[in-house]
Every structure is written in C-alpha cells, then in structure tokens.
C-alpha cells in the first residue's frame, strides 16, 4: 500500500456518521456528480460520502442521509447521489423478492470452495488474489487497501471484480466471498448482485470490463495494468428465478408484554418507539461470522460489535433491561422465555444470515407462544416493490419516494 496515505477509519458509533453525513452534504450535489468516479486511494476518498459502513448497518438511515441532502441541494443538483443511495434499496428489494439467488450463491460458493480443496491450482490463484501478489498493478494494490481498511471505493470494485472474473479466470462466488470477510459494509444484495452485475449474471449478457486506459485516468494515473482481459464475456447461469411478493409489515400492537431484539441489519429502532414500543428488555444479537463460511476479518466482526453496543446505549433508557450481546439464536430463546415476554419485536432484516438466524428463532420460540414480530421500515416497504425489473424501471419511481417522504 501507498506508505504516503492514512488508511481510512471507520469510528462505530452514530456520531462518527452524523459527523461524516455533515462534512460530505456539501459535496453531494455538483462535485458528486462530476468527481465520483475518481479513486484517488486509502484516506482520500473525498468525493464519495464513505457512509455505507453505516448505512448498511443502520447507525444512520437513507432516509436521514437524503433529507440532510436534500435540504441543501435541490433533486437535480443531487440527483446523482440520490440515485447511488436507491441502487442500496434497488438490490435489496430485488433480492427480497427473488430469495433463490441468495441460496444460489451460497451454494456456488461451497462448490467453489470444496473446488479450491481439491485443485491445488485454483487454491493458488485464489490465495493470490486474496493476498495481493498476482503482479497486476491496481488490483494488488485494492486487495491490500480492502484487508487493510475494510472499504473499496465503486470504481475499485468495479475494476476488482471484473479482473477476479475475466482476467483471472477466478468463480466470481469467492471473489464476492473475500468482499463479504473484509468490507464493513459486506451486504447480502449489494454485494452478491454486484458481482453478479460485474460477470453478465445480472442484466443477462450485459458485463464489466476493466480498461487499464480507465483505471489510469480515474486512479489519476496511480495504476495503469497490463495483460488485462481484452473481452468480458458474460458468464452463464440459470434464469432468474420467479419473483414472490415483496413483504410486507405485519399487524401488531405494541401494548403486549415485548422484548426488543437489535441485530446488525438495522440499529435505528425509533420507527418501532413511534408505535408505542415501550420493551421490558433488550437484547442483541450478532450474524456477523455467518456472512461467510470462512473467517471474517477481526476488524468488521469488531466494528459490528461496536455498532451493535452504540445503539443499544442510545436506546437504553427506553428499553428495560439489558440481556447483553448473543450470536446464538438459542440464548435469545432462553431470553424470552425467561423474561415472560408475549412478543419480541426487532427491525425486519432483509434476505442474508440475519433473516436466516431470526427464521430459526421464530421457530424455537412457536411452541412456547411467543412472537416474533419483524415490522417494516415505511421507506422499505415503499421501494422494494418496485425493484421488479432494472433499475431504469426503479429509477422512474424515485420522485414518487421522495414525495412520500415528504421530500
Ligand atoms: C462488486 C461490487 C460489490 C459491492 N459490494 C457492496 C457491499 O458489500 N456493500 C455495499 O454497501 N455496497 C457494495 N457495493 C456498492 C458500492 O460500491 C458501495 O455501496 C459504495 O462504494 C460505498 O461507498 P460510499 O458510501 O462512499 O458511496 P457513495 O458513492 O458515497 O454513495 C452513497 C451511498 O449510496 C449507496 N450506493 C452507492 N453505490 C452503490 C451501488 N453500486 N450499489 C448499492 N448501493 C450503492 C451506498 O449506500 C453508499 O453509501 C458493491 C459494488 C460492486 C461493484
């Protein structure tokens, strides 16, 4: 890595994001718009916001993020970043309604690993790639930056994962694997769609190819790769599967005897306190080590941790008591058991291991009659349905949004 530069940090905590959210809302409009596309590398990422370590948990919510936005810059002055932050609900809400990509990829990805297991040839490449010792200038470089600071601007993922495919021949489900150990904003639908999108899985034929003349220009000439693949040809896979419904917030009351559950897929319970949530007790629960069947990095389950701990002090004094910090289903159970509670109630978590933990505690807590009650988020339940088709279909609806929000 650059010796020159300050790796970029991300404090866990709202008010790192709230002060993050200040610094970048004046930049969001025209500087956006023409200066995005430059990666000028580790501690200089200063014409993107940097907020998706953030937003992917919830410490702060796309819809504070665009209200902070829009009351500085005019939709046409920010449209640009206004459309960045709904590609987020875009894939969530497409990956919501088609949940078989998601078990899909984890499936290719067990194949690619038992693969690795077995062909000492690809467990190399694979090792290189990871380890950033492949010789292709750039990429070495992100594969450090990425270990290294846990964030990757666009363009760099972009160019990353289109070289892991087509220049290096490597199953896009590992490289989207090593993004999900390492990334502190590692997101089920961002991620895997992404990757999907970069190897022509996503918009069917449509690929990524990396241009070492591109790389050159928007590194400001810091990388400039030779032997890149000359052609991107998209991989081949399945259709997409039948769309289901997207969700919808289920009716309850708030006056049974609850529990509030946080988890990392969303730390900003205030919609729930809205209804008149007032819990006995609160308890938290981490999936972080469930985003891959290897290790994640230290450095994102510590971040997550982190996280998970700030919104539970915020939210102290209107949660009862404090049941502490779980990564087993099985504990929360015992919790709710223990504490005589009729309901748990906790942020809806959209499709990845979150939603998979909490469909196992759903099941243990049934026969003793308790409840687990996952609203909705209105700005979720207001997107994700439209996420049927591309995103230029998606896009057409974000004025509508906007004007939901009152915006
Ligand atoms: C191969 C690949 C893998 C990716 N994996 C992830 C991932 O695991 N988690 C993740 O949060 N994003 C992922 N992205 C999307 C995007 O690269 C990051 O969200 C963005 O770089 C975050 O940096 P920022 O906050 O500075 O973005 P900004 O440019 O400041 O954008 C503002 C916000 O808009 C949203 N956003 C911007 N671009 C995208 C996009 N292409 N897709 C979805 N949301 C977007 C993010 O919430 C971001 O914080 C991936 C993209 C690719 C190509």
Redesign the pocket.
Known sequence: MDGSATPQSFEPTRNAALDRLRVFAPKAGGDYARL?NYDLGPGR?VH?????PY??HRLLTEDEVLRTVLARHSPQAAEK?IQ??F??SY?KGWLEMRPAVWTAYREGLAAALNRSRVEAGLRQRWSDACNGQTGIDGFDHWAHELIQTGYL??HA??WF?SIWVFTLGLPWELGADF??RH?H???PA??TL??RW?AGLQTRGKTYLARPDNIARYTERRFHPAGLAPAAPPLDGPDHPQRRPAPVSPPWTASRRSGLLLHEDDLSPAYLFETGLAPVSQIRLQTTSARSPLAVSPQVTAFVSAALEDAATRWRDRSGEDAGHHDQVDAIADWARASRLEQIVTPYAPVGPTAEALDKLDAALAPHGIALIRPLRPYDERAWPHATHGFFRFKDQIPSLLSAMGL
């Open positions: 995005r990422h993107v916001s940097t907020l998706s937003l992917r970043f960045e932050v590609w987020r894939w601007h666009n993922r972009m994962a993004f999900l990334l904003d590692g997101d961002s991620n992404g990757w970069v």
